[in-house]
């Protein structure tokens, strides 16, 4: 599955997305799994946000090597699954690329549809969006210009978000596979950077979405202020 995440300037949420899901499919071995970003007002070129890159590492994912790209039709139609991370934003990929609306989501609308409806399939979720139409807004702010906690914050909204999203989907795709977060150690027993996640036993397609442990970005985030 290959996942498109779309916000404004894409130098902070998007990128976050981005880099987190890429560290979930490295951390359990979802090659099938990948991602990229995009912004509909983009900063070509600029790396990630120094506080949105603290924030990746906290979360356990690594800032390096970005560039924020403009969102291209090309981005959406490759996009098993495009989330973005407010509702214009949302509304503004369905105008550039109408045949996406199936498959085009906010985050946060995404993770609720599957969390109340237990669809675990893009078209699942798009399926029990109109039964589950929501009253409101599901954003989430743009955290530029504020300070670290407030990044750590939108951090934080995003990985409880996406990542049982994530895990969900995959599971569902992948019946057969097991999800299990990589050892402490390697062959050689040298030590590796703690688990990601930890996931309860139960994968069953109305199951109830994993739960995130954050005890691999705690300490991270605590030095980051």
Same mark, same amino acid.
């Given at each position: 599955m290959h996942v498109l995440f779309v916000c404004s300037g894409n130098v902070c949420r998007s990128v976050i997305a981005e880099r987190l899901t890429l560290a979930v499919a490295a951390e359990h071995g979802l090659q099938e799994l990948s991602a990229e970003s995009a912004g509909v007002r983009a900063l070509v070129g600029f790396p990630a946000e120094p506080l949105a890159a603290q924030t990746i590492i906290g979360l356990g994912g690594d800032p390096s090597g970005f560039k924020a790209r403009r969102l291209k039709a090309e981005m959406?139609?490759?996009a098993d699954l495009v989330l973005t991370m407010t509702d214009k934003i949302r509304d503004q990929v369905r105008e550039l690329v109408p045949e996406a609306l199936p498959r085009t989501f906010t985050l946060l609308e995404a993770y609720r549809i599957a969390k109340v409806s237990g669809a675990?399939?893009?078209v699942?979720?798009?399926?029990?969006?109109?039964d589950l139409a929501y009253v409101g807004r599901e954003n989430i702010s743009d955290p530029v210009g504020l300070k670290a906690q407030q990044f750590c914050e939108v951090g934080?909204?995003?990985?409880?978000?996406?990542?049982?999203?994530?895990? #969900?989907?995959? #599971?569902?795709?992948?019946p057969q596979a097991t999800?299990?977060?990589?050892?402490? #150690?390697?062959? #050689?027993?040298a030590p590796q950077r703690p688990a990601l996640l930890?996931?309860?036993g139960g994968r069953a397609d109305t199951g109830p979405l994993p739960e995130l442990s954050r005890r691999s970005a705690e300490p991270v985030r605590h030095s980051a202020g």
């Open positions: 959406v139609l490759r675990r399939s893009v699942g979720l798009h399926a029990a969006r109109d934080d909204r995003i990985a409880e978000a996406l990542v049982p999203l994530l895990l #969900a989907l995959h #599971a569902h795709q992948h999800i299990h977060p990589r050892g402490s #150690a390697d062959e #050689a027993g930890v996931l309860p």
